[in-house]
């Protein structure tokens, strides 16, 4: 490390520093909104295979993983407004996901946090900016809150919230409780923040990207629901196994955006896979994404071959543990 | 989620429409060839290690990865043509692997397959274009070959499965059985398919790169002999343990395109590095590529120290357990 | 694999040859310097958490990891002269590696080692060019060094040692002992290389990126102290655990770059994620940068939130195993 003092060119500092001030006072002028969402944490049943059987290949059926289909998870539930009284409805495909957070650069996030469960809970997200107080972790004021607690997160959507110059037009971040996060994260309380490039929303309110039709978000992961028993570890993607994920249904030619997120253990090490279609990656030609845990891919895809086309993770334990599941193609 | 209909800019879709519909036109008529293959399954003894030793550390010997190192192995073999009488011969260096398709972008491939073994397959590709039938999985007619079968694949080269903007000239993909994947992957039945960009290759009929001069695979996967038995994981380069894999053999300022794959389970999460020389990784200067399950990364090098250098994993049991070898600048 | 005869356009050669020529010419012109280095192997005492605590959530200690913190380490130490007599001081933040050693393309750099252990020993390098003597490993003069004994090392650092072109001004390579590599790796003896682009160095003979205020360096790995007893698998961040590294620390706006490494074994692969702050890879925005054995990833940061931030894995059992610290910003 060397420090600041011997550097020639410290007379470009004062520059830099009025061009931070401006840029500052330029985002707070194209400030175009502030997104605010009302998230409460709950206690609900979770079935990982709703049909009872496996989808993919229903002749092999459930093996150990289906013993149990249904535990207690933990999820964070979307409303519409403070009385949290009426869900906003989600599409099948999303499963296990909270409520997907969307703003554009320059945006104000605010989460509207009720934590209507038994254990003291939090929301932390990746990529936006915030203060201690705001971080969802680690001991600031909205780092725990306890059971029937509420508490309103403001994450400022900054230059270095959104795309980077390689990036596609959105990306995603993760948010998940933080308390104690390995525990938390396991429990089911988990979603995604997506983030659009200021000059790439759809309009001045709507925070979509307007080079894409259509989103999907994709979180692989494995659920440890009995102390490591393997007939506990469900392999899922977005919280089904075995093709009870439902609903990743496009058009040929439609401009798609896949979210990949990956998050758990040492065993989470994932390879997605989509069967009759490529995607681009930042420029790379590929049809299998690496995802490690903590990871968020966004990767684009315009459908090609119509077809009932296999999703799924490419290392063989978890394929063949129902990590796998449909997206069509009509 | 959010529809098509929300869409302030729908007037440019017909024009998208049409465009799409000249661009599929201009592929066909820029289609330079149909590339054929006659390719058979077939079962055979491997040989980890012919030389019977460690060629990397003779005094270290193989450890309890040479108790045995004779195993049945299922292979796909490349022929002449369709009396499947003249094998295709392959370059040492090639080891386990089937024989390497090679297409332009705008090709045909066309793939006759003969299942000269006990047990149903198929060739399942990963880039290429298709409709359920040509898939080697899943249910199409393709998916599930009785032994003595045949079938004739065909897949479309679209652009899709050429390199993207920021990729070399020429990308790596797989091909391997997919009637119960995990197994068939590991009884060795597993391929490369190399695609060109169609203003990149050497000449009008050959799907070779111009500005590559010579092009190696390596698959690093830890074959599973033994039902999880330290003995029976070979960890291998291209079915070769500690050193028994010859011929990555190059001289100096050639331009030289490692394409690296990877296949396997939980443990296949390799770190590809080469001794003496570093590589281009789209743009990136390394020495170090990671490859988990049926990642796939082209990558270039021009060799510029002679000498006889080492090739290995670096994750340290893998480069232990015998999952290294040499590659040579002359 | 295809040879150079069978090419149409092997007229161009000469030209190539030329070029190059020209091209080796121009490096010895703009040779700057040479960089020169005296590092002795030293086995010494190394406590994993000297403050004897958890630091980052003290009541929850430091478990069955603080049941030993003291082991015997092998480490690589930097002196000032070929007299070994004056270590040269290190920041708290670098922990177990062994000295930082710069050079800019163009340069040569000259390690003289003395190995004052009682192993045969080496310092083999990533990315810089050698000779098999200068390899440190696999055979040649410098691949073994007896105790007591001292070994000169020449690396040239041309254009495939330096930043590929889409890479930041400055990249970071890893050296470590290669005699028993992944014996040695676990006894501590690990350091790195930063290369910085012929016109990106601070002066024309300081090594330093200039457009970078603050470089860091993060060695991810578990060490294994007790023949994998869990008590002996020691999750460190540069060889501290649960908060015992200190000295990330920064201000406000500072450009900062972080070089992140692993190494180590099937259960080295990390996710490194900074609370509060996003970096930028590549042109990719993100905040968790995944690392695999021998991954080396140099990524960039202007820190633009007051804090004291957590800066841990994200596989949940490190996290909780202890690889965690904090990096600062004022």
Partial sequence: MYTKNSYPFLWSYPILFVFLLLLVASFSVQARDTQEYWIAAE?????????????????????????T?????????????NSYSQPIPQ???????????????????????????DLPLSIHPHGVMYNKD????????????????????????D??????????????????????AEHEINLGLIGTIIITAANKAR??????????DQEFIALYMIFNEENDEESGMKHTINGRIFGNLTGFETTLRQRVRWHLIALGNEVDNHTAHWHGQTVLDRGHRTDVIEIMP?????????PRSPGNWLFH??????????????????
């Fill in 313 to 330: 993770c490419h290392v063989n334990d978890h394929m063949m543990a129902g990590m796998s599941t449909r997206w069509i193609v009509k």
């Fill in 134 to 157: 705001n971080e969802g972790a680690d001991g600031g004021a909205g780092g725990s809150i306890p059971p029937g607690g509420r508490y309103t997160y403001t994450w400022v959507v």
């Fill in 43 to 67: 206690k609900t049943d979770w079935n990982y295979a709703p049909s009872g059987g496996n989808l993919i290949n229903p002749e092999n059926g459930l093996g150990v993983y289906g013993n």
């Fill in 203 to 212: 309009s001045s309110r709507g925070p979509v990207p307007r080079d894409v």
């Fill in 69 to 81: 289909l249904v535990y207690t998870k933990y999820r964070y539930i979307g409303y519409t407004d």
């Fill in 294 to 302: 903590a990871n968020m891919r966004s990767v684009d895809m315009i």
């Fill in 159 to 180: 230059q270095d919230a959104g795309p980077g110059p390689d990036d596609p037009s959105s990306i995603v971040w993760l948010y998940h409780s933080h308390v104690m």
């Fill in 91 to 117: 599409p099948e495909w999303m499963g296990i996901l909270g409520p997907t957070i969307r703003a554009v650069v320059g945006d104000i996030i605010k989460v509207h946090f009720l934590n209507n469960t």
